[in-house]
């Protein structure tokens, strides 16, 4: 719903970024460039989205591009990624996530 036509997006599941750094936690909270938060459940280690996209149409996104990182699940792949609460968790411009104790 934020670009037109067919998009292609790139980068490292949530997950595995999680796996990477330790963390435990079940919950996050997640911050773009303009202090905009969200919180929302950890995917597991597992789990193949969401992505932390750093590339459209396989280039890098720019702050402009809603970039330098977009939290995206795959929305046009199944009705159950195109609800309010999976687009409250797409945040773009993501700046920083912290775990939740």
């Known amino acids: 719903i934020w670009t037109e036509g067919e998009v292609s997006f790139s980068g490292p599941s949530l ?13 996050l909270t997640l911050t773009a460039l303009n202090d905009y ?16 996209a750093t590339r459209m ?3 890098l996104m720019s702050v402009r591009d809603k970039g330098p990182f977009w ?12 609800t309010e609460t999976i687009y409250a ?3 773009w411009q993501l700046d920083r996530i912290e775990a939740l104790e």
């Open 37 to 52: 938060a969200i919180e929302m459940p950890a995917p597991g280690a597992d789990d193949t989205y969401p992505i932390i």
């Open 89 to 91: 968790h797409s945040i």
């Open 57 to 59: 149409d396989g280039a």
């Open 71 to 82: 939290i995206v699940f795959p929305y046009d792949s199944d009705p159950a990624y195109q």
């Open 15 to 27: 997950g595995h970024v999680l796996e990477a750094a330790g963390v435990t936690s079940n919950d």
